[in-house]
């Protein structure tokens, strides 16, 4: 927490949002989509890596962005995957009220790029989940294609970049809610309405200082 503290404090006027998450164990899987939602509690065994947590920084370019992906203790010990944001649900990235991130899956031969005519359609249907949830949406973003990403490691002091795409992921994420409800059956009521291939839910740590 001393890192993490210390990291913030240095790129506190980058960060946009962001928040640790409580294990994959208290997570929640929706596949199926909305017309046939099938409910499956953590962990999930066949993931590889595991998210921790995530930030949204304001950088001016990729090198920036990598810049301050370095430096998350994170990246020590795990990765970082750095992708640009197409663009936001809330500009304001508010965070105070949101409880659970819910991150969008999809095989990769699902993925559609951002601003084409098959991501614009697919944009329509988050259309109408945005309208049902109303107030519920604290924010969140649709995420550029797999082939942008960069990931960061850092291993004796050196960093180690990868460019993407990541042709072994089995799901990729091509993007995420941040959202605010009571309780876990309701948070899952709702992201079962989220149009995509998978969903999983976990809920925000709030931990002091983060």
Request: hydrophobic share 45%.
């Amino acid at each position: 927490m001393a890192a993490y503290q210390s990291f913030h404090a240095k790129a506190a006027s980058a960060i946009r949002g962001g928040d640790a998450l409580l294990p994959a164990a208290t997570g929640v899987r929706i596949s199926g989509g909305p017309d046939a939602p099938t409910i499956t509690d953590g962990p999930f065994a066949e993931s590889a890596e595991v998210a921790g947590g995530y930030y949204v920084f304001e950088a001016e370019n990729l090198d920036d962005a990598l810049a301050f992906a370095r430096d998350i203790p994170a990246a020590k010990y795990g990765a970082i995957e750095v992708r640009p944001i197409f663009h936001t649900v809330d500009d304001a990235w508010s965070r105070h009220d949101a409880q659970w991130l819910a991150l969008l899956l999809e095989p990769p031969e699902g993925v559609n790029i951002p601003g084409s005519p098959e991501w614009q359609a697919e944009a329509g249907r988050h259309g109408d989940f945005a309208a049902a949830a109303g107030d519920q949406i604290a924010g969140g973003g649709a995420l550029h294609e797999p082939a942008t990403a960069t990931t960061v490691r850092v291993r004796d002091g050196e960093t180690l970049l990868t460019d993407g795409p990541f042709a072994e992921i089995a799901e990729i994420a091509t993007g995420f809610y941040l959202l605010s409800t009571a309780d876990r059956d309701e948070v899952v009521k709702l992201a079962s309405m989220i149009p995509a291939g998978a969903v999983e839910v976990r809920q925000l740590a709030r931990v002091s200082g983060l």
